[in-house]
């Protein structure tokens, strides 16, 4: 039930850059919500990556880096890094029918 | 820092009532934070199911909200979800976190329910 599509999987060489799209709608990313990324690494819990459209909480590495226009939003990986390799989610607020909380689809990084 | 971790039974029946705790350390469960619910199926994405605030203030996920219900008990330092009316499509590994402002910054390590007979 994710409103918010990317890309399923992702590839890259160490030491390469990616970006991973996330693309909603006007009731949410279009409507000026914030986008927030997660790194979800194997067998753990989701960790915030990305605040409030490109910002990093403490201890994220400056590698990541986000960005939003219109109704769609990027992360960037830069320098890639075995480390790196998990599955990435998106996710912002919706207004459609009541405030709520969406998640995108998931993107599975593999270096 | 801020903890929190989930307890529960990890098997529900059909047409049952599922229930779980979530135990908040490192944060007052009455400081300006939401804290919600967050649940994952077995090699799918993540939905977000509701959260409460403090007052008592709930927000659920619309395609859950029939079924759900939040508590807050503060003298705890916890909060609950129940989910009525299960099926084998609510078998999923269910999270709890805060949610200081439109994000889940803190996370429990998640904890699996199966929907089975």
């Known amino acids: 039930q994710s409103v918010l599509t990317q890309p399923p999987s992702v590839s890259g060489a160490p030491g390469q850059r990616v970006t991973i799209s996330c693309t909603g709608s006007s009731s949410n990313i279009g409507a000026g919500y914030d986008v927030y990324w997660y790194q979800q690494l194997p067998g753990t819990a989701p960790k915030l990556l990305i605040s409030?459209?490109?910002n990093r909480p403490s201890g994220v590495p400056d590698r990541f880096s986000g960005s939003k226009s219109g109704i769609s939003a990027s992360l960037a990986i830069s320098g890639l890094q075995a480390e790196d390799e998990a599955d990435y989610y998106c996710?912002?607020?919706?207004?459609?029918?009541?405030?709520?909380?969406?998640f995108g689809t998931g993107t599975k990084v593999t270096v | 820092q801020v903890q929190l971790q989930e307890s529960g039974p990890g098997l529900v029946r059909p047409s049952g009532t599922l229930s779980l705790t979530c135990a908040v350390s490192?944060?007052?469960?009455?400081?300006?934070?939401?804290w919600s619910w967050v649940r994952q199926p077995p090699g799918k994405g993540l939905m977000w199911i509701g959260e409460i605030y403090q007052s008592g203030k709930t927000n659920y996920n619309p395609s859950l909200k029939s079924r759900v219900t939040i508590s807050v008990d503060k003298s705890k330092n916890q909060f609950s979800l129940k989910l009525s009316s299960v099926t084998a499509a609510d078998t999923a590994v269910y999270y709890c976190?805060?949610?200081?402002?439109?994000?889940?910054?803190?996370w429990g390590q998640g904890s699996l329910v199966t929907v089975s007979s």
């Open positions: 996710q912002s607020y919706d207004n459609r029918v009541s405030p709520s909380y969406v």
């Open positions: 976190a805060r949610s200081p402002g439109g994000n889940l910054d803190f």
């Open positions: 409030s459209d490109n």
């Open positions: 490192g944060d007052s469960i009455s400081s300006s934070n939401w």
